[in-house]
C-alpha cells in the first residue's frame, strides 16, 4: 500500500464519500431499513441547530484544502503532551483524564445497569460471569453506604479513574505500536475516540474496568515480546482482566502467543514460561473464589455455578434465557435470539462495532486486501491479530439480551479489532497520505458518533429512538412482549 499513492486517494476520496452517506443517514434521509440504524441516526436526538452545525463540520473534514490547513495549524511537537515520560506526570494525567471524563459522565442508564446496581444494593458480593467487576460495584455500594449517599454516586467517579488510567495505558500501546510519537497519537484516537470514550465516562457497567485490564494485557504483552519485562506480568494482567470478566478467557491464545514468541534461551524457557502463564492467569480467579467460599458468600457460589450449567444446556433457565446464540444461518427467535449470522445478527454488530469504533472494520477489510502480509510481519502484529481473531469468535457467540442497550456489550472486542486496525495503518500508511487519512478519520468519528453520543448519556433533546427511552411494560404486557413493541424496529 505504501508504494499505490494512488489506492491511498482513492481510500480518502471513499472514505469522504461514506462521511456524507453517513449524513444521511444521521438526518434520516434514506430509506426504511436504514432508517432504524441505532448506531448511526444520533444527530437526530440533538436539537436541530446542533446537527446542522455537526453536518457543516464533517462537510469541511470532507474537503482537503480543510484538512491540511488543520495539520499546518497544528503546533510541532504537540503530540508529546499525551505521552508523559515521568511517573508524575502519568499520575497526573490521569487525574486529569477522569476529571474530563467525569464531567461528560452519563446521567441516562439503560440495559444491566440498574441490574447491577440492584444486585449491588441487595448485598450480593459479585454476579456471573462479571465477578471481579460486579465485585468493584458491590464495594461502591459499601462505601456510599458508610458515606450516607448512593452506589452510583461512588462507581461513577470509579469508572472515570478507571478510565483516565485506561487511555494513559493505551497511549503506551501506541508509543510501542507506532513508529513515531505523531503516529501514537494516531493510533490512540483511532482506538478510544469513538463510543469507547463513553464506556470510559463515568458508565454504569462494568466495561470501563475490563478496558483497563486490557489496556494493562497488551502493553505488558507488547513489552514482553520487546525482552523488556518477564512473560509473568501479560499473565498477571490477563488473569485480572479475566477475574473482571470471563470474556477474558477469549484472549488466551494471545497469551499462548506472548509465550511462545517473546525471547528465550531455550525450548525448556519456553515451557517453564507456559506453566507459569497458566498458574499465574488462572491465580486471580481462584484466589478470589476461594476466599469467597472461606467468607460463607456460598449464594454468589451457587449462582455461579448454576449459571454455568444453564448455559452449557445442563439445566433449563426459568426464564427461558439464551446467554448464546442459536444454529447458524437459521430464523431469529423473540427479542434479541438471533442465530447466527442471520440479518439481525449482523446487523446487531455492524450497529454496535459502528458506535463503539466506527473506523476498525472498514480499514481491517481494506487492509486485509491492501496489505495482508503486514497481519503476520511481526511479533506485536502476530499477537493483534491472534487477540482480534477470537474477540471476534467472541462477539460472533454471546447474544445481546438488551438490543441497542447492550451496545457495550463488546467492548472488549473493538478495542482489540481497533488495535490491530490502527497498528497495521501506521505501519503501512505513509506521510502525508496517512495524515490526511488521518484526520478525516478522527474528525469523522467525532462529529458522527462521539460527540453526540456523548450528548445522548447526559440529555437527549428529542425522542429518535431507544437511547432517549427506557424499556416500560404496559398493564398485562410481559417484558419480551414491551421488548418487541418498543425496540422491534431497531432489531
Known amino acids: ?90 499520575l497526573l494525567f490521569v487525574l486529569v483524564a477522569a476529571l474530563v471524563l467525569w464531567l461528560l459522565r452519563e446521567r441516562r442508564m439503560y440495559g444491566d445497569s440498574d441490574i447491577l446496581l440492584y444486585n449491588a444494593a441487595s448485598g450480593s458480593a459479585f454476579v456471573f460471569p462479571d465477578i471481579g467487576a460486579s465485585f468493584l460495584f458491590h464495594l461502591c455500594q459499601e462505601l456510599g453506604a458508610a458515606l450516607g449517599t448512593s452506589g452510583r454516586t461512588i462507581l461513577q467517579p470509579a469508572v472515570a479513574l478507571a478510565g483516565g488510567a485506561t487511555i494513559f495505558c493505551f497511549t503506551r500501546v501506541g508509543l510501542l505500536l507506532a513508529p513515531t510519537r505523531r503516529r501514537a497519537l494516531l493510533f490512540v484516537l483511532l482506538v478510544l475516540g469513538g463510543g469507547l470514550l463513553r464506556v470510559l465516562a463515568g458508565h454504569v457497567e462494568v466495561y470501563a474496568f475490563v478496558l483497563l485490564c486490557a489496556g494493562a494485557y497488551f502493553w505488558s504483552a507488547l513489552d514482553s515480546l520487546a525482552g523488556r519485562c518477564s512473560t509473568t506480568w501479560p499473565a498477571l494482567a490477563f488473569g ?26 531455550s525450548a525448556r524457557d519456553v515451557v517453564r514460561r507456559f506453566l507459569g502463564a497458566v498458574l499465574v492467569g488462572a491465580a486471580p480467579v481462584l484466589l478470589f473464589l476461594i476466599v469467597m467460599w472461606l467468607r460463607g458468600r456460598t449464594a454468589e457460589l451457587a449462582q455461579a455455578s448454576e449459571t454455568l450449567l444453564r448455559w452449557g444446556g445442563f439445566e433449563p433457565s426459568p426464564v427461558g434465557h439464551e446467554a448464546f446464540l ?6 431469529s427467535g423473540a427479542g434479541t435470539r438471533y442465530a447466527i449470522l442471520s440479518p439481525g445478527h449482523l446487523k446487531y454488530l455492524a450497529n454496535a462495532f459502528f458506535l463503539l469504533v466506527p ?133
Open 326 to 331: 442459536r444454529s447458524p444461518f437459521g430464523v
Open 1 to 90: 500500500m505504501s508504494d499505490a499513492p494512488g489506492r491511498t486517494s482513492v481510500l480518502v476520496l471513499a472514505t469522504a464519500a461514506a462521511c456524507v452517506l453517513l449524513a444521511l443517514v444521521e438526518f434520516g434521509l434514506t430509506p426504511a431499513p436504514l432508517r432504524y440504524a441505532w448506531a448511526a441516526n444520533l444527530w437526530q436526538y440533538l436539537p436541530r441547530v446542533v446537527a446542522v452545525v455537526l453536518f457543516a463540520l464533517l462537510l469541511a473534514l470532507c474537503r482537503r484544502s480543510i484538512r491540511t490547513g488543520l495539520l499546518r495549524r497544528l503546533p510541532p511537537g504537540r503530540e508529546r503532551s499525551a505521552f508523559p515520560a515521568s511517573a508524575a506526570g502519568g
Open 359 to 491: 473506523s476498525a472494520l472498514p480499514l481491517l477489510a481494506v487492509l486485509l486486501v491492501a496489505a495482508p502480509r503486514r497481519f503476520v510481519a511481526t511479533s506485536q502484529a502476530i499477537f493483534l491479530s491472534c487477540g482480534a481473531l477470537f474477540m471476534l469468535l467472541y462477539a460472533l457467540v454471546v447474544r445481546p439480551v438488551w438490543g441497542p442497550y447492550d451496545w457495550d456489550l463488546f467492548s472488549l472486542t473493538a478495542v482489540a479489532l481497533a488495535c490491530l486496525a490502527a497498528h497495521v495503518l501506521v505501519q503501512t500508511l505513509p506521510d502525508p497520505p496517512l495524515a490526511d487519512l488521518g484526520v478525516l478519520l478522527v474528525g469523522a468519528t467525532l462529529v458522527l458518533v462521539t460527540i453526540p453520543f456523548v450528548a445522548i448519556g447526559i440529555a437527549p433533546a428529542r425522542d429518535a429512538g431507544p437511547f432517549a427511552y427506557g424499556l416500560s411494560s404496559q398493564a398485562g404486557e410481559s417484558p419480551v412482549d414491551a421488548f418487541e413493541r418498543q425496540l422491534g424496529p431497531w432489531l
Open 240 to 265: 485480572v482482566g479475566l477475574w473482571m470478566h470471563l470474556s477474558f478467557s477469549f484472549l488466551a491464545p494471545s497469551l499462548l502467543a506472548v509465550v511462545l514468541l517473546a525471547p528465550a534461551a
